[in-house]
């Protein structure tokens, strides 16, 4: 290398050094001294995104750690109030317990009625004042909030903090149920108005017989032994007031109650001696009836178990009215938290106790219940909405009027029509081609044979080609195209029908369509089909004669079956069904019809026998029967005898006897019949063994009132309502508190790890970068002597010039 005066390329390079070290020394003291790896977007571009991504995250799970502790102190304002709250509703039901004492008068009750008031006042204030932030947290306008607990949107805690004003709680729903029929066996259905599940109870038979098993109070105990399931209970009452002040007089000799005779009673006017009220309770051990005079001098006669009450005899002049007027079964009060309505049926009354054989067609006269094992006959007619217990095989087409729903199994023959709507059950092939009136859904695994049209826009649901042209999955058609080759669908596809073109969608003859697929027009079967799965016949539909309906099936059409049939379940025979004769009612059954029996029966339980029924000469009446009606001598083939009376030995009739009135035939014990052959059955009475409930009330907690028994009562249910909803309300409460807990415990954890990564990208590591200071600064240091020799070099050209 030559000697250079112009260009020192020496220097230059110790100066492009220095240059490029005092850059770095620079950054090295700029994070030394600000204690971050990134100063500006140059350090780390890629790293400030995510440094800064991470900063705001945590800065955001920071807020949403306040904002949950705001949440928290929101709560516990709400459930401070309603704590104090919840002890004013204590006072309160204590009070209310207080006066449904009969030890209170019309004043104590007044007073305690005022304090109430008072209290109800403060409730409201509580209600309509307790405030977080300006907003009203109990007076029902703090609905659908969210507390934001995270970073990004929609990452919130929602919730509700119900009314507590007095208006708004303590709902409770009250009805009255009373029997259609005094008497009969009665089965309740009730829907749970905790979960809705339809509860059926044991059954009770409800008898004038001075027995508590067969009395309303039987009936509420049932009621009550599924409470905790049906969130319903009951009250039975069974008491009568005479319908006029107890006159002077004298009742009969054959005056009794419940079957105990109490006698003839010398009485004074408004039972002024208390002579007939001694008389009725010293009999109440055995009678279960306990008798009161109000103030009005009428007196009130009360069933102390639930058991009914039955007077007999001449009672008349006395009471003022007859001794029919002062009989009762009484009446269950329900009572249920909430408003909803009472949803309870009953069913039952009357039922079969033995096999009975017709002799003669029935026609039901209402809806009857045959119980499994029972046969009905050839020619029998089951009527529109019967559900079927056995299989039943058609003898003649029936065209259904309303949709009918044919069970598994089900055969349905050639030339059944199947209506539009209908989802088939089968795969059936059609016998004739058929324009679509409405799209029509086909499952995977029909065939559509050729000349099948499918209109434009059906959404093409597998690949296919028709006259070269390719279709594929996904494609919707633009018009309509008819297959020149059948087409087996691989996956379910809905072919579209076009109302407005000149040309609608069709299904051609021959076609198969398999189960599940819902029709979009008539379509008429060419062959039979078995049904696989429950199937919905829609109305208009047609099942051909010999077709076979399997057990379970709901008729939507009059069916007459062509061969016997024995039922292995409960069926249910619509009103105007025809038994033929020779048909068996098996024991449990409820008839709609006149019935009379071909042969003797054993009765192997109770039964009822209802008023216009006639029991055939040679009929045994058990011992213990209870008679409804006079029997002469010749009836009873001994010694005459009276309503009321109990049979004490068997009684074989001598005569056909008429009912007048339901009599309960004690079951035999198998040595003689029971029921003679040739005995006639009447149907059961109208809306016999079925209940009715009133309209019936719903209060809330702002109508409590204690001025008399009655309310006081109601007051006590209302309270527990109240006190229900107010700790449903704070538990509802006490969970989000627990949730926003559990949140903000989280998020912490979540913004350290956080704040942690964002560390690990953003603030400088001292120990590396004063290691690299040091070496920068020393590198300065050594580039500043190398530039000072570069220099000096140039020095020794002065000595080419001396």
Known sequence: MGFRI??????????????????????????????????????????????????NQANSLGQAISNGNDGIGLIQTADGALNEYSKILDTIKTKAVQASSDGQNTSSRLAIQKDINRLMEELNTIAKTTSFNGQK????????????????????VNFSVASAETNKIGHTSRATLNLASEVGSVQLTMKSALTGENITM??????????????????????????????????????????????AGATGTDFTINGINIGAINTKANDGDGALMAAINAKTAQTGVAATITDDG?????????????????VGDVFGGTANQLSTVGYIELVQKGAAEFQVSGIGAGAVGGTINLSGATSMVKDSILAAGSSIAVGSTLKVGTTIGGDVNLSAATTLVLDGTLKAGTTLLSATTFAK???????????????????????????????????????????????????????????????????????????????????????????????????????????????SEDMTLKSGSIIAAASKLKAGSVLGADTVNSSAVTTYTTTDLKAGSSLAAAS?????????????????????????????STLATGTVIKAGTVLTQDLTAAQTGAAAMSAGDKVTVDITTGAAITLSEDMTLLRGDGTAPTIAAGSTFMPNTENSG????????????????????????????????????????????GSVQNQLTATINNISVTQVNVKAAESQLRDVDFAAESANFSKFNILAQSGSYAMSQANAVQQNVLRLLQ
């Open 6 to 55: 112009n260009t020192n390329i020496s220097a230059m390079n110790a100066h492009s050094n220095s240059v490029m070290n005092n850059r770095n020394l620079d950054e090295s003291l700029s994070k030394l001294s600000s204690g971050l790896r990134i100063n500006k977007a140059a350090d780390d571009a890629s790293g400030m995104v995510i440094a800064n991504a991470l900063r």
């Open 298 to 314: 009428k007196m009130t006669l009360k069933s102390t178990d639930g058991r009914a009450i039955k007077v007999q005899g001449n």
């Open 202 to 247: 044991k059954a009770i038979d409800i008898q004038y017989n001075n027995t508590p098993e067969n009395g309303m109070g039987a009936l509420a105990d049932e009621i009550n032994s599924h409470s905790g399931i049906t969130g319903i209970r009951a009250k039975a009452v069974v008491e009568v007031t005479s319908g006029s002040a107890i006159a």
């Open 421 to 531: 709507g209908t989802t088939t059950g089968a795969a059936f092939n059609t016998s004739a081609a058929v324009a679509l009136s409405s799209d029509m859904f086909i499952t995977a695994g029909s065939t559509l044979v050729s000349g099948s049209i499918l209109d434009s826009g059906t959404v093409v649901q597998q690949d296919f080609t028709v006259n070269g042209v390719t279709y594929s999955k996904g494609d919707t058609l633009t018009s309509d195209v008819t297959l020149t080759a059948s087409l087996t669908l691989t996956s379910d596809m809905t072919i579209n029908v076009d109302l407005s073109g000149t040309a609608n969608s069709s299904i051609a003859a021959a076609s198969t369509i398999n189960v599940g697929s819902v029709l979009g027009g008539n379509l008429v079967s060419s062959s039979s089909a078995t049904v």
């Open 690 to 733: 079925s209940v009715g409930i009133d309209a019936g009330e719903v209060t809330n907690l702002s109508s409590v009132s204690v001025l008399n028994l009655t309310d006081a009562m109601k007051a006590i249910d209302t309270l527990d309502a109240a006190i229900g909803d107010l700790d449903t309300i704070r538990a509802d409460l």
């Open 137 to 156: 947290l109990l007076s029902g306008s703090f609905t659908n909030k969210t507390i934001q607990m995270g970073a990004s949107s929609n990452e919130g």
């Open 584 to 612: 068996t009612l098996k024991e449990g059954s409820t008839i709609g019809g006149t019935v009379i029996n071909s042969s003797a029966i054993t009765l192997n339980s109770d039964m009822t026998i209802k008023a216009g």
